[in-house]
C-alpha cells in the first residue's frame, strides 16, 4: 500500500508543479523552471522531497542554475535547513513541513485518553488485586469521609457532575463528534483562543469539507476538516483548543475526518511542521513519505 501512497503523492506534486515533471530515482534530484509552481509562493523556490527523491521548482533560469548547483552534488539538502543555508543565498524560509499520507486500510481509531487533573485532584488509577490482598482488609481512618471524583471533559474536582468523557471510575471514553458547516461561528472562535502562528498553521478557514469537532456546550474544544486540493487530495487542518490538549480529542476528530475522505476516494494529506501535529498523524496511520521547504531566493 505504502507503494500506491507514494505513486499518488508523486502524481500530486508532478501536477502542481505546472511543469512537464516526474520524480527522479532516489538520492538524486530534479530541478525545473515553472513560474507558476504550486510547490511554493508565487517567485518562490519549491522543494519536494518523497521517499528520498526531490522534486524542485524555480521560477527563472538563473535560480534554476543556482539550485542545481546546491542541490545536485548533495541532493539530501532539499530536506535540511541549515544546509541549504549554507548552500544558497536565502532571504527566507518556510518549512520544514513533513509530508504524510493516509492508505485506506491503515486508519486507526485514537485511543481515548483521560484528561490531565488540576492542582489538588488526585489520579485515580484501576488495579487489579486478588482478593486476599492485605490493602483490602485495611479499614478506613475514623474520620474518613467517602470522596468522589467525576471527570468532566475539562477538568475534575470532587463532587462536580460529569460531561462526555471519562466516568467516575475513572475509564476513558471516546467523546462524541459532530458535523458543523465549513465557516461554522463556533471554529471562529476556536481559531481566535490559539495564537496567530497555530492559528495560521492550522487554516481552519480553508476547510471545504464538513468539519469535525468535539464540542462542550456550543464551545469546540477541537476541530478538524480539510480542503479539496488538486488530483483527488483532501489537505488536513485540526485545531485544539489550548486548555485541551493532550487528551486525544485531535485524533479523534480527525479520524472522522479521515474517515470521510476515505469514503469520497480521496487521498488525506497532513502537512505539518510542529511536532504536537505530526504525532496526531502518526496515531491515526498516516504515514510520513517526504517533505515541503519553500525559499525565496533573491
Known sequence: MTNDLLRRARRLWTGLAEAPAAFPPRGAATVLVSPDSGLCPAGWVGLITLDGAVLATAPDERRAALVRAALHPDPGAAADPQRLRAALPIRCLLGTATLAYLAPDALTAPAPRLPRFPPGVPTLRARRLPADHPALRQPAAPDAAPRTYRLPLDRATPQQPAVQGPTATGAPTTPRVRR???????????????????????????????????????????????????????????????????????????????????????????????????????????????????LEVP
Not at 200 to 214: M, Y
Not at 256 to 281: E, F, M, N, T
Open 180 to 294: 458543523l458547516p465549513p465557516g461554522h461561528p463556533a471554529l471562529r472562535q476556536l481559531a481566535d483562543r490559539v495564537p496567530s502562528e497555530e492559528r495560521d498553521e492550522a487554516g481552519l478557514d480553508e476547510i471545504t469539507s464538513p468539519v469535525f469537532a468535539v464540542t462542550e456546550g456550543s464551545t469546540v474544544l477541537a476541530a478538524c476538516g480539510y480542503r479539496a486540493w488538486p488530483f483527488a487530495t483532501a489537505q488536513f487542518s485540526v485545531l485544539t483548543t489550548p486548555a485541551h490538549r493532550g487528551r486525544g480529542l485531535a485524533g479523534t476528530v480527525a479520524a472522522a475526518a479521515a474517515r470521510h475522505a476515505l469514503a469520497a476516494g480521496l487521498l488525506p494529506q497532513w502537512r505539518a511542521r510542529p511536532a504536537a501535529s505530526r504525532r496526531v498523524a502518526q496515531r491515526i496511520g498516516f504515514r510520513e513519505l517526504g517533505t515541503q521547504i519553500s
